[in-house]
């Protein structure tokens, strides 16, 4: 897979995602053969505007946004698997929805991970049709500040961050 990704302090390439995963254990995601970004493949479009462009916001204020270069990220997966729209039975559609789901818990859980775009087109079925969860580019890693055991509070306290 290769992407453009904004460098940027809120958010850490797929590759790192995968290691961090691997790292907590987390099961039923996808097996990352190698990744990271590729050097001196950035865009050069944002070079030219790169300067900060001025926008008046309602309340007369100024906003400068800057537009940075693009790097590009590659990773190769080597888990087998095929697209969750090629299952066979209830069963197994089921069964791999699940397993996408025990990932997606297990890497909020162990390590404070959310994927933040779960889909038809991130689940895959593997040979032995089970599920594995992929796309991980757009997830966010939580800091310790966020609660995520107050009932009541979760929801309100992960809007808040995200």
């Not at 897979?1 to 958010?11: A, L, Q, V």
């Not at 995963?21 to 990352?32: C, D, G, Y």
């Not at 599920?131 to 310790?144: A, M």
């Amino acid at each position: 897979k290769d992407y453009w990704r904004e460098p940027s302090t809120r958010t850490k390439p797929e590759a790192d995602i995968y290691r961090l995963l691997v790292k907590h254990k987390v099961p039923n995601v996808a097996e990352m053969e190698v990744g990271g970004d590729i050097p001196g493949m950035i865009t050069r479009t944002q070079e030219v505007e790169f300067l900060a462009f001025a926008h008046n916001l309602p309340n007369g204020r100024k906003y400068h946004h800057l537009r940075l270069p693009l790097q590009c990220h590659r990773i190769f997966l080597c888990t087998i698997a095929r697209d969750l729209t090629a299952f066979g039975n209830c069963k197994t559609l089921l069964t791999c929805v699940a397993d996408a789901m025990e990932a997606a818990q297990a890497a909020f859980t162990l390590a404070r991970i959310l994927h933040r775009d779960i889909s038809v087109g991130n689940i895959m079925i593997t040979p032995k049709d089970r599920g594995v969860l992929i796309d991980w580019d757009l997830c966010l890693v939580l800091d310790s500040n966020v609660v995520t055991h107050r009932p009541g509070r979760t929801v309100r306290l992960l809007q808040r961050h995200l």
